[in-house]
């Protein structure tokens, strides 16, 4: 009998160990998926009551194929001509340096370091280039979580509510209750939020001569959608346009989209007034809350963004359990103890 127990333990570990070595670099899309499909879910319910939830699903996920798919390749696009730029921008400038009279021993030292970078930064820009099949994959599996969460919602709520043990259910649902509730504030400030970089991002293109009205709106709108996507954030937007200024000479404009985008758009309003916004939706101390995103991110990427507030959020249920369990157990022995009020002696 315990030979049995044994090999079947170790069959469960092997088979956890395996299945965990296959989901983990796919872990990333998965979780963003489910996140997305938890945001779109009120949209869902809506088009599910008239087209049926397959199909709701599926409009939801092909809609975001055809964003995702325009968005992608026009920053492509932007991405290799910065890139070129840029390559071809440091290559001149050095050559300009060390063609300068300059003492030997600098010019040496300019020589050697321009030997280093160039190999550098050229396989540096070859692997970016060759990720690309890495990202198309992970938009993939991203999408297809995205429609079997949203196809399968109510299937899936209904097998986390009966796996919820009978002993300590209200415990499982307060967790369940503080989840919902924490992530419904983190997306309704990851949308308003968003939203209101696009606005600030097209007036900054306007404030510092960027580009025409119309261009800058786009630029408003692409920094709303790039905000939602983990591997590039809206901050590329004014990166775009920082090295537009730079590779033209004008570094004065170049420094200032770059703070203004930095400190307005992205990324200091992620750790500054975001975490002001949860906690304020999510009843929440603005302290836990920000602690949580920069640990989170810290430790966890771009989705620890997400996970670190909700993973503190389900602490503190759990400290507030534990807490009410110590004071209802103190609360039994002093009234079954001699000295209780049971015990004590008529007179």
Request: without cysteine; hydrophobic residues 55%; aromatic residues 14%.
């Amino acid at each position: 009998m315990r030979s049995d127990v044994i090999v079947w333990s170790a069959a469960v570990i092997i088979i956890i160990y395996i299945a965990w070595a296959t989901v983990s670099p796919l872990i990333t899309p998965i979780f963003f998926g489910t996140v997305m499909a938890y945001a779109f879910y009120p949209i869902h319910r809506r088009l599910s009551g008239r087209i049926g939830r397959k199909w709701s699903a599926a409009a939801l996920a092909l809609g975001t194929v055809g964003l995702g798919g325009i968005v992608t390749f026009e920053l492509l696009m932007m991405s290799v001509q910065v890139a070129a730029s840029f390559y071809k921008n440091v290559v001149d400038f050095f050559r300009w340096l060390m063609e300068q009279p300059l003492p030997p021993d600098v010019l040496d030292f300019l020589q050697r370091f321009f030997d280093q970078l160039v190999p550098k930064l050229s396989e540096y820009l070859s692997r970016s280039a060759f990720s690309l099949p890495m990202y198309i994959l992970q938009l993939l599996v991203f999408l297809l979580t995205f429609y079997h969460v949203l196809a399968y919602s109510e299937e899936i709520y209904h097998q986390i509510v009966l796996s919820l043990p009978e002993k300590n259910r209200h415990l499982g649902e307060e967790i369940l209750e503080s989840l919902n509730k924490t992530l419904g504030a983190l997306v309704r400030a990851w949308l308003v939020l968003n939203f209101i970089k696009g606005i600030l991002m097209t007036f900054g293109f306007l404030i510092f001569g960027v580009s025409d009205l119309y261009t800058a709106i786009v630029a408003g709108f692409l920094t709303f959608i790039f905000s939602f996507i983990p591997l590039f954030e809206g901050w590329m937007i004014w990166a775009i346009a920082a090295a537009y200024f730079a590779m033209n000479g004008a570094y004065i404009h170049a420094i200032g989209i770059a703070l203004y985008g930095f400190f307005l758009v992205s990324p200091m309003p992620d750790y500054t007034i975001r975490p002001m916004m949860v906690a304020r939706d999510a009843d929440l101390d603005e302290t836990l809350v920000f602690i949580g995103m920069i640990g989170g991110t810290w430790s966890m990427g771009v989705k620890g963004l997400i996970i670190g507030p909700i993973v503190l959020n389900l602490l503190l249920v759990l400290l507030k359990e534990w807490k009410r369990r110590v004071a209802k157990e103190s609360e039994l022995q002093r009234l079954s103890s001699p000295q209780g009020p049971s015990s004590r002696p008529q007179v």
